[in-house]
């Protein structure tokens, strides 16, 4: 449909004259005909009755006035929306975290930012690292915070995007506590039972981690995978009501590693080491964009 076949059909229902209306849209009265014609073609229903004179809107052509209208009112309210969305682009940050550091890590490292750095509005995508990444990818937003580890690369370490490392975690293995204070699935060399395992799923960032890092030692021990997430914050709750050992970061589990609650369980090699990393786009972004990586990497240099 072209948007001006609603100019058209205004000014038809306005004049109810072909000749008129017409001459108001400065074209021939029988190219007008035809583009009046070819709205209602594309409807699928006449709008007007052409066996009065003056022609006579039907009840749908009464109905579609509105419609006209409002979608023209609409049409003319896009650029000033597109310029509006372009402006808040230039000055909103746009980030993407991972679910676990959107609630653990992002908003005490933004609090240690503000005395130095002056930070405006921020726009932040909490998901899955896969996600995150995708979006990235697509340039959908500037920065992305996540998980890494140094041996275990991710889509954006092989497509090579900047990053700079914020901070520290570890993965902990951890279970539930009994009432005496011992893990509740106690895992050592003389465990006998197979471990059960409250497991991460194929497109989890953390699970590429843990499963790069530790699979081979994992698939030489008896393991029944008893739940699979994408998420540690869905894996921790099943953890506390005992359901059996999951590798979660150490930054979700602090108050819970205090109290007792919680018990790491397996050999040290089970812990794995973490960096909070903060990516890039490749491509040069706005000036605000730029000036917030500029600090950030000054204040971790």
Known sequence: MNISWLEDFLALASTKNFSRAADSRHMTQPAFGRRIRALEEWLGTELFDRSTQPVALTETGEWFIKVARDTLAQVMRLPAEAQAIEASWSTTLQFAATHTLSFTFMPNWLRS?????????????SDMLQRCESLMLQGKVQFVLSHAHPHVQGQLDAAGYPSIQLGDDTLLPVSLSD?????????????QEPIQLLDYSAESGIGRILHKTLGQELDGISIQRVFTAHLASVLKPMVL??????WLPQSLITDELASGRLKPVGPETWRIPLQVRLYRDRTKVNRTAEMFWEAVSGSES
């Open 113 to 125: 930012l503000e005395p130095r750095l002056s930070i405006g509005a921020i726009q932040c995508v």
């Open 179 to 191: 009432d005496t204070g011992l893990a509740l699935h106690h895992v050592d060399e003389t465990t």
């Open 241 to 246: 009501s005992g359901r059996g050992v999951a």
